[in-house]
Protein backbone atom coordinates (compact mmCIF):
# COMPACT_ATOMS: atom_id res chain seq x y z
CA UNK A 1 0.00 0.00 0.00
CA UNK A 2 1.28 3.51 -1.13
CA UNK A 3 2.33 5.47 1.70
CA UNK A 4 1.99 8.25 -0.61
CA UNK A 5 -1.71 7.34 -1.30
CA UNK A 6 -2.56 7.19 2.90
CA UNK A 7 -0.69 10.62 3.56
CA UNK A 8 -2.77 12.59 0.68
CA UNK A 9 -6.02 10.89 2.38
CA UNK A 10 -4.59 11.70 5.54
CA UNK A 11 -4.39 15.47 4.46
CA UNK A 12 -7.67 16.11 3.52
CA UNK A 13 -9.64 13.88 5.88
CA UNK A 14 -7.56 16.46 8.29
CA UNK A 15 -8.87 19.56 6.55
CA UNK A 16 -12.44 18.38 7.12
CA UNK A 17 -11.76 17.52 10.85
CA UNK A 18 -10.04 20.57 11.10
CA UNK A 19 -13.26 22.12 10.02
CA UNK A 20 -15.38 21.03 12.56
CA UNK A 21 -12.90 21.66 15.76
CA UNK A 22 -12.25 25.31 14.46
CA UNK A 23 -16.03 25.74 14.82
CA UNK A 24 -16.47 23.53 18.11
CA UNK A 25 -17.77 21.20 16.53
CA UNK A 26 -17.17 17.23 16.00
CA UNK A 27 -18.49 14.35 13.56
CA UNK A 28 -20.12 10.85 15.14
CA UNK A 29 -18.83 7.95 13.86
CA UNK A 30 -20.09 4.79 14.09
CA UNK A 31 -18.63 1.40 12.77
CA UNK A 32 -20.54 -1.31 11.35
CA UNK A 33 -19.45 -4.81 10.45
CA UNK A 34 -21.69 -7.92 8.46
CA UNK A 35 -21.86 -11.56 8.47
CA UNK A 36 -20.66 -12.72 11.86
CA UNK A 37 -21.61 -16.31 13.11
CA UNK A 38 -18.80 -17.72 14.84
CA UNK A 39 -14.85 -16.81 16.08
CA UNK A 40 -12.49 -16.72 13.01
CA UNK A 41 -8.85 -15.33 12.61
CA UNK A 42 -10.06 -12.41 10.66
CA UNK A 43 -12.64 -11.09 13.63
CA UNK A 44 -9.98 -11.18 16.06
CA UNK A 45 -7.95 -9.27 13.41
CA UNK A 46 -11.22 -6.65 13.63
CA UNK A 47 -11.87 -6.58 17.55
CA UNK A 48 -7.87 -6.25 18.13
CA UNK A 49 -8.86 -2.60 16.18
CA UNK A 50 -11.78 -1.65 18.11
CA UNK A 51 -9.50 -2.02 20.78
CA UNK A 52 -6.59 -0.23 20.00
CA UNK A 53 -8.79 2.51 19.02
CA UNK A 54 -11.61 2.83 21.56
CA UNK A 55 -13.66 2.35 18.88
CA UNK A 56 -17.06 0.42 19.43
CA UNK A 57 -17.85 -2.38 16.33
CA UNK A 58 -21.65 -3.07 16.27
CA UNK A 59 -21.17 -6.93 14.59
CA UNK A 60 -24.56 -7.98 12.66
CA UNK A 61 -24.96 -11.23 13.53
CA UNK A 62 -26.76 -13.78 10.83
CA UNK A 63 -29.65 -15.06 13.87
CA UNK A 64 -30.11 -18.43 12.14
CA UNK A 65 -26.37 -19.04 12.12
CA UNK A 66 -25.18 -17.60 15.13
CA UNK A 67 -23.07 -19.53 17.30
CA UNK A 68 -21.99 -20.40 21.69
CA UNK A 69 -18.51 -20.10 20.56
CA UNK A 70 -19.24 -16.44 19.03
CA UNK A 71 -21.13 -15.66 22.23
CA UNK A 72 -18.89 -16.59 24.54
CA UNK A 73 -15.68 -15.16 22.36
CA UNK A 74 -17.29 -11.31 22.82
CA UNK A 75 -19.10 -11.30 26.13
CA UNK A 76 -16.40 -9.50 27.50
CA UNK A 77 -15.25 -7.19 24.84
CA UNK A 78 -16.01 -3.67 26.07
CA UNK A 79 -16.20 -2.46 22.07
CA UNK A 80 -18.37 -5.06 20.73
CA UNK A 81 -22.00 -4.84 20.47
CA UNK A 82 -24.42 -7.06 18.08
CA UNK A 83 -27.14 -5.86 15.67
CA UNK A 84 -29.27 -8.36 13.57
CA UNK A 85 -28.75 -9.46 10.15
CA UNK A 86 -31.64 -10.42 8.82
CA UNK A 87 -32.86 -14.26 9.65
CA UNK A 88 -30.87 -16.69 7.29
CA UNK A 89 -29.03 -14.40 4.81
CA UNK A 90 -30.66 -15.68 2.17
CA UNK A 91 -32.04 -14.45 -1.06
CA UNK A 92 -35.99 -14.42 -2.12
CA UNK A 93 -35.65 -12.45 -5.34
CA UNK A 94 -35.09 -14.18 -9.13
CA UNK A 95 -31.60 -12.81 -10.04
CA UNK A 96 -32.83 -14.43 -13.49
CA UNK A 97 -35.34 -11.89 -14.03
CA UNK A 98 -32.47 -8.99 -13.03
CA UNK A 99 -33.85 -9.13 -9.38
CA UNK A 100 -31.31 -7.59 -6.63
CA UNK A 101 -30.93 -10.07 -4.18
CA UNK A 102 -32.54 -9.28 -0.85
CA UNK A 103 -33.98 -11.63 1.91
CA UNK A 104 -36.45 -9.34 2.83
CA UNK A 105 -37.65 -7.68 -0.46
CA UNK A 106 -41.18 -8.15 -2.32
CA UNK A 107 -40.70 -11.29 -2.67
CA UNK A 108 -41.65 -12.24 0.63
CA UNK A 109 -44.93 -12.48 2.39
CA UNK A 110 -44.50 -9.74 4.86
CA UNK A 111 -46.46 -11.85 8.09
CA UNK A 112 -44.13 -14.84 7.10
CA UNK A 113 -40.70 -12.05 7.10
CA UNK A 114 -41.99 -10.71 10.71
CA UNK A 115 -42.43 -14.00 12.22
CA UNK A 116 -38.98 -15.16 11.39
CA UNK A 117 -37.42 -12.02 12.18
CA UNK A 118 -39.01 -12.70 15.81
CA UNK A 119 -37.57 -16.07 16.13
CA UNK A 120 -34.26 -14.24 15.09
CA UNK A 121 -34.55 -11.72 17.36
CA UNK A 122 -35.27 -13.48 20.60
CA UNK A 123 -32.11 -16.14 19.30
CA UNK A 124 -29.93 -13.32 19.40
CA UNK A 125 -31.42 -11.71 23.03
CA UNK A 126 -30.51 -15.51 24.42
CA UNK A 127 -27.11 -15.69 22.83
CA UNK A 128 -25.66 -12.22 23.63
CA UNK A 129 -27.81 -10.92 26.45
CA UNK A 130 -26.89 -7.07 26.87
CA UNK A 131 -24.87 -6.69 23.58
CA UNK A 132 -27.42 -7.40 21.80
CA UNK A 133 -28.94 -3.95 20.33
CA UNK A 134 -32.68 -4.61 18.45
CA UNK A 135 -31.58 -2.79 15.29
CA UNK A 136 -32.54 -5.12 11.70
CA UNK A 137 -29.18 -5.09 9.25
CA UNK A 138 -30.98 -6.52 6.61
CA UNK A 139 -29.12 -8.81 4.34
CA UNK A 140 -27.60 -6.83 0.95
CA UNK A 141 -29.18 -3.67 2.61
CA UNK A 142 -32.58 -4.03 1.04
CA UNK A 143 -35.78 -4.02 2.54
CA UNK A 144 -38.65 -2.98 1.68
CA UNK A 145 -41.06 -0.50 3.09
CA UNK A 146 -44.11 -2.73 4.22
CA UNK A 147 -41.83 -4.85 6.54
CA UNK A 148 -39.71 -1.61 7.85
CA UNK A 149 -42.64 -0.59 9.08
CA UNK A 150 -43.81 -3.75 11.23
CA UNK A 151 -40.35 -4.43 12.59
CA UNK A 152 -41.66 -3.04 15.78
CA UNK A 153 -43.44 -6.45 16.35
CA UNK A 154 -40.83 -8.40 16.00
CA UNK A 155 -38.92 -6.92 18.76
CA UNK A 156 -36.70 -4.56 16.90
CA UNK A 157 -36.77 -0.62 17.30
CA UNK A 158 -34.20 0.63 14.64
CA UNK A 159 -32.62 0.06 10.75
CA UNK A 160 -29.30 -0.19 9.58
CA UNK A 161 -28.70 -0.18 5.68
CA UNK A 162 -25.68 1.78 3.42
CA UNK A 163 -26.51 4.39 1.33
CA UNK A 164 -25.33 7.47 0.19
CA UNK A 165 -27.76 10.06 1.34
CA UNK A 166 -30.61 9.51 4.27
CA UNK A 167 -32.63 12.65 5.67
CA UNK A 168 -31.84 11.90 9.30
CA UNK A 169 -33.88 9.76 10.97
CA UNK A 170 -33.40 8.68 14.64
CA UNK A 171 -34.51 5.03 13.44
CA UNK A 172 -32.19 4.52 10.57
CA UNK A 173 -28.91 4.69 11.66
CA UNK A 174 -27.55 4.27 8.39
CA UNK A 175 -23.57 3.12 7.01
CA UNK A 176 -22.29 5.56 4.08
CA UNK A 177 -18.44 4.12 3.53
CA UNK A 178 -17.36 0.94 2.09
CA UNK A 179 -13.59 0.13 2.09
CA UNK A 180 -14.09 -3.21 -0.52
CA UNK A 181 -14.42 -2.92 -4.03
CA UNK A 182 -16.87 -6.11 -4.78
CA UNK A 183 -17.21 -6.33 -8.81
CA UNK A 184 -14.47 -8.94 -10.19
CA UNK A 185 -12.98 -8.84 -7.45
CA UNK A 186 -12.65 -7.90 -3.72
CA UNK A 187 -10.28 -5.50 -2.39
CA UNK A 188 -9.78 -2.58 -0.50
CA UNK A 189 -10.99 0.33 -2.92
CA UNK A 190 -7.95 2.04 -2.76
CA UNK A 191 -6.68 5.53 -0.72
CA UNK A 192 -8.09 8.00 -3.70
CA UNK A 193 -11.46 6.31 -3.70
CA UNK A 194 -11.71 6.64 -0.10
CA UNK A 195 -10.27 10.24 0.18
CA UNK A 196 -13.41 11.23 -2.91
CA UNK A 197 -16.09 9.16 -0.24
CA UNK A 198 -14.76 10.91 2.90
CA UNK A 199 -14.87 14.13 0.94
CA UNK A 200 -18.38 13.65 -0.21
CA UNK A 201 -19.57 12.66 3.04
CA UNK A 202 -17.98 15.32 5.35
CA UNK A 203 -18.92 18.13 3.12
CA UNK A 204 -22.31 17.09 3.51
CA UNK A 205 -21.77 17.49 7.06
CA UNK A 206 -20.83 20.77 7.15
CA UNK A 207 -24.69 21.69 7.20
CA UNK A 208 -26.11 18.14 8.66
CA UNK A 209 -23.56 17.99 11.86
CA UNK A 210 -25.15 15.51 13.68
CA UNK A 211 -25.48 13.14 11.27
CA UNK A 212 -23.56 10.04 11.91
CA UNK A 213 -20.79 8.89 9.57
CA UNK A 214 -21.10 5.68 9.24
CA UNK A 215 -17.79 3.23 8.10
CA UNK A 216 -18.98 -0.66 7.15
CA UNK A 217 -16.39 -3.18 6.97
CA UNK A 218 -17.19 -7.46 5.91
CA UNK A 219 -14.30 -9.06 8.26
CA UNK A 220 -14.47 -12.19 6.28
CA UNK A 221 -13.93 -10.82 2.84
CA UNK A 222 -11.90 -8.27 3.54
CA UNK A 223 -7.92 -7.96 2.57
CA UNK A 224 -4.74 -6.55 3.97
CA UNK A 225 -5.11 -3.76 2.49
CA UNK A 226 -8.39 -2.89 3.53
CA UNK A 227 -7.75 -3.82 7.29
CA UNK A 228 -5.11 -1.36 7.03
CA UNK A 229 -7.36 0.97 5.98
CA UNK A 230 -9.61 0.70 9.40
CA UNK A 231 -6.65 0.92 11.52
CA UNK A 232 -4.94 3.65 9.40
CA UNK A 233 -8.70 5.73 9.66
CA UNK A 234 -9.36 5.26 12.99
CA UNK A 235 -5.85 6.40 14.30
CA UNK A 236 -6.46 9.97 12.32
CA UNK A 237 -9.73 10.67 14.00
CA UNK A 238 -9.37 8.99 17.20
CA UNK A 239 -6.49 11.91 17.52
CA UNK A 240 -8.43 14.40 16.41
CA UNK A 241 -11.58 16.82 18.45
CA UNK A 242 -12.94 17.14 14.96
CA UNK A 243 -14.66 13.28 15.18
CA UNK A 244 -15.92 11.13 18.19
CA UNK A 245 -16.63 7.59 18.10
CA UNK A 246 -20.12 6.88 18.88
CA UNK A 247 -22.19 3.57 20.54
CA UNK A 248 -24.87 2.36 18.27
CA UNK A 249 -26.87 2.54 21.47
CA UNK A 250 -25.86 6.08 21.74
CA UNK A 251 -27.30 6.67 18.43
CA UNK A 252 -30.99 5.71 18.59
CA UNK A 253 -34.07 7.26 20.11
CA UNK A 254 -34.14 7.22 23.74
Known amino acids: MSDTGFEVFRDGLLRHLDWFAERGRSVPVWWRDDDAVEPSAPLERLIGIANAHGCEVALAVI ?4 TQALA ?6 PFVSVLQHGYRHRNYQD ?3 GEKAAEFGRARDVDEAIGELAQGNARLKALFGEKFVPVMVPPWNRI ?3 ITARLEEAGLSGVSTFTQFHPRDRRHVQTHIDMIKWKKDRRFIGWPQAALR ?3 QLARRRTNPDE ?8 LAQDDASFEF ?3 TLAVMKAHPGARFARIRDLLPG
Open 63 to 66: PHDA
Open 144 to 146: TTA
Open 198 to 200: FDY
Open 230 to 232: LDR
Open 72 to 77: ERIAAE
Open 212 to 219: PLGLLSHH
Open 95 to 97: KAR
